[in-house]
């Protein structure tokens, strides 16, 4: 989460955080990706690749919409 910086910088206040946003870390390029509250525009997400393409357990990789074609053709190319 991205907090919006406060007037007050202490502990000890009760004063109550704004988010800004929330986002994910993408594990293919390492950019962040914005959860907007509206799924269509978003620029990526949790992706979850089944047993059946790593040859072990399934894997869940959050990724952005351009690394996911990259990603794929990675866990392809490795069998």
Do not use: W
């Not at 997400?45 to 351009?66: D, E």
């Amino acid at each position: 989460m991205k907090i919006k910086n406060s007037e007050i910088k202490s502990h000890l206040t009760k004063a109550k955080y704004e988010i800004d946003y929330k986002y994910y870390i993408c594990d293919y390029c390492g950019k962040e990706i914005i959860l907007t509250s509206n799924k269509d525009e978003r620029t990526g997400g949790l992706v979850y690749f089944p047993q059946s393409l790593t040859k072990r357990n399934t894997i869940k990789l959050a990724l952005h919409n351009k690394c996911l074609r990259a990603a794929i053709a990675e866990f392809e190319n490795y069998k």
